[in-house]
């Protein structure tokens, strides 16, 4: 049977995919997936919706020697002594070495031609003005303001929705999101397909990594996956029950279900599967 040729266990998020069944088959096939835009899912539309952006912020100013920490404090509290400065939006970030102060967050979104960022008036208008800030005379230390991306802030989602929070041994993978040309909000979408699920009942979960996010539903222990009379991993039935939803019956890509050609020209769908759930690594002491 196709379905069963098809199970597969592994975990796509961490580049641990491990195909446990149907390798044989998979093999013969010589063309690559295809994609059916004629199925859109009926509970996906934020895939079609306009890109809210990526957050970015101006870096104001980067500090350093003995006594950058104190340098930063001072200068950062001047500025949330002015009118035209949000004191809310205004923060430093000190380590060991040095002291960055950063100031806003601007929703900026990519020019679908270059995938360059294309700046706003707002933004640029904030740089020259912090630019031209002068605590004393003579003495411009914004000179540098730039626009960066604000590494790390993504609309990530909950933490109980967090699928490395969540405990258990497998989840079924029924989706995963990923940013094109075209489409820039992946992890957001993850979170909005995730809030959809829960919203009708099911235990729904994101999994956020450098270039993807996946989408899973339920949880299950070690009896989830045995082994058939032929040697074969089978499902247990809690998880053929979730698996014969249509709506998790299949490994959806950007909402789209996606296919592989087969040599005879069979069209075979990516099946939903089983990943085991990731574990944070402790911090280090």
Not at 82 to 91: G, N, Q, S, V, W
Not at 251 to 278: C, W, Y
Request: with cysteine; proline share 6%.
């Amino acid at each position: 049977m196709i379905r069963s040729s098809l199970i597969r266990l592994g975990l796509l998020a961490a580049g641990l995919v491990v195909a446990i069944a149907g390798c044989d088959r998979i093999s013969r096939w010589k063309n690559g997936p295809s994609s059916d835009s004629s199925l859109p899912p009926p509970t996906l539309n934020w895939f079609k919706k306009e890109p809210s952006g990526e957050p970015w912020t101006i870096e104001c100013g980067i500090f350093r020697g003995e006594n950058h920490r104190r340098v930063a404090e001072d200068l950062a509290a001047g500025m949330r002594r002015l009118d035209r400065i949000k004191a809310d939006l205004l923060e430093v970030r000190s380590d060991a070495g040095q002291s960055t102060i950063l100031y806003g967050r601007y929703m900026l979104r990519r020019d679908p031609k270059t995938d360059n960022i294309v700046l706003s008036p707002e933004l640029n208008a904030d740089i020259q003005y912090i630019r031209s800030l002068s605590p004393a005379e003579g003495r411009y230390p914004f000179l540098t303001a730039r626009p960066v991306a604000r590494l790390g802030e993504t609309a990530s989602g909950p933490p109980e929705w967090d699928l490395a929070n969540a405990d258990g041994v497998y989840t079924l993978q029924v989706g995963v999101t990923y940013n094109t040309a075209e489409f820039r909000e992946r992890v957001q979408a993850a979170v909005d397909w995730v809030r959809d699920l829960r919203s009708r009942g099911y235990e729904a979960y994101y999994y956020h990594d450098a270039s993807k996010s996946l989408v899973t539903v339920g949880r299950f222990d070690e009896s989830a996956v045995t082994t058939g009379a032929d040697g074969r991993p089978r499902y247990s039935p809690a998880v053929r029950e979730l698996r014969a939803k249509e709506e998790f019956a299949y490994n959806l890509e950007n909402g789209q279900k996606m296919f592989t050609i087969g040599t005879d020209g069979t069209r075979v769908a990516h099946e939903s599967f089983l990943v085991r759930i990731p574990r944070r690594k402790p911090a280090a002491p």
